[in-house]
């Protein structure tokens, strides 16, 4: 179980658009649509982003959205404001019925 | 409102058994695949345990299989993580999480975390 890919930082200005990816195989990210995405601020519990790959549970801004191309997924924040700035976390379930997290994204708000 | 509350943390010597505890209320507890996750220190998300919504199936990472197990009451609205032989590396915030995709991985809420610190 190999942890999935993802930069170890992003950063943007206020109002601009970033793109967090995450790269797994055809095991995990490429061979299911069991992909979701978290939000963590410092000493916080994750929050629930994106799921099933581009669904967005209730309460979540519709600036957040996600896709999937092959084995990479990837999340996408559009009109980045200052609270954007946290950790975000990919997982993706897996053949084996497990499930995989990404190392983890640090987002900077510049 | 849904409400996920750990609890069984603390500090634990190598090789010594501690066993986790997570009350949940708000909904259908049985109704839901729950899982355990946990974050080291500074560390990133590691996900451990899950299992199914009736107790039929239970996965594990591998870094903690044959060591941890994972259990639940649904009589009584709670989710267990034994876990066996700690070791200093299992030293991290545990979390509950309630699976909204049955057992895709889709969690949805989180309790607050429980810290468990194995140290001699």
Known sequence: QSALTQPASVSGSPGQSITISCTGTSSDVGGHNYVSWYQQHPDKAPKLMIYE???????VSNRFSGSKSGNTASLTISGLQAEDEADYYCSS????????FGGGTKLTVL | QVQLVESG???????????????ASGFAFSSYGMHWVRQAPGKGLEWVAAIWYDGSNKYYGDSVKGRFTISRDNSKNTLFLQMNSLRAEDTAVYYCARDSSGSGGAFDSWGQGTMVTVSS
């Open chain 1, 53 to 59: 790959v581009t669904n967005r549970p209730s309460g």
């Open chain 1, 93 to 100: 379930y897996t053949s084996s019925s497990t499930l995989v």
């Open chain 2, 9 to 23: 943390g603390g500090v634990v010597q190598p090789g010594r058994s501690l066993r986790l505890s997570c009350a």
